[in-house]
């Protein structure tokens, strides 16, 4: 196989998404991301939720005298797993998926294929594509260094 170099590709969420872009159109929903980060007490059943309850995780948290860092680190917190996307196609979709898994997008009937959401890397950044060509010059792989 022969490896060349098909471009760059930006990054500035921290992911990417592999689809055909024939179903964006007729496929993509607009679901802005939705960073809902709740935290539950294993006794006490309290729940703090980030930007409810404290803007950052270095803020102390009147109520506990603690940051959630702090509170986290102490095991009597567990976090609560964020409700689901609404879309299956969209941005929110794509944040849920890369960043909580599985990383797999369905369309909107439901069925897989739709596209893959991953986290990049090492962040943001600008990343190399590489395709690799067989013999009769079609790419049969694709590479993404991001690092």
């Known amino acids: 196989m022969k490896k060349i170099k098909l471009g760059e590709v930006g990054v500035d969420s921290g ?3 592999i689809c055909d872009p024939c179903y ?3 496929e993509w929903k607009r679901e802005y991301f939705s960073d809902v980060r709740q935290y539950k ?3 006490t059943g309290d729940i703090l939720q980030y930007k409810i309850d404290f803007r950052n995780y270095v803020e102390v948290i009147d ?4 940051t959630m ?3 986290n680190r102490t095991g009597d917190w567990e976090e609560v797993k964020p409700p689901p996307a609404k879309e299956n196609f969209s941005y929110n979709a794509c944040c849920r998926a ?3 898994g599985p990383n797999q997008l369905n369309y909107e009937m439901g ?4 596209g893959v959401a991953f986290s990049s890397g090492y962040g943001d950044g600008v990343y190399n594509v590489y395709g690799y060509e067989n013999g009769d010059g079609r790419i049969v ?3 993404i260094i991001m690092k």
């Not at 069925?111 to 739709?114: K, M, P, Q």
Request: net charge neutral; charged share 25%.
């Open 141 to 143: 792989k694709v590479e």
């Open 69 to 71: 860092n702090q509170l």
């Open 15 to 17: 992911q990417l998404l």
């Open 98 to 100: 890369s960043h909580e």
């Open 111 to 114: 069925h897989a294929g739709i």
């Open 41 to 43: 007490h294993k006794v």
């Open 63 to 66: 109520k506990y005298g603690q």
């Open 24 to 26: 964006i159109d007729g």
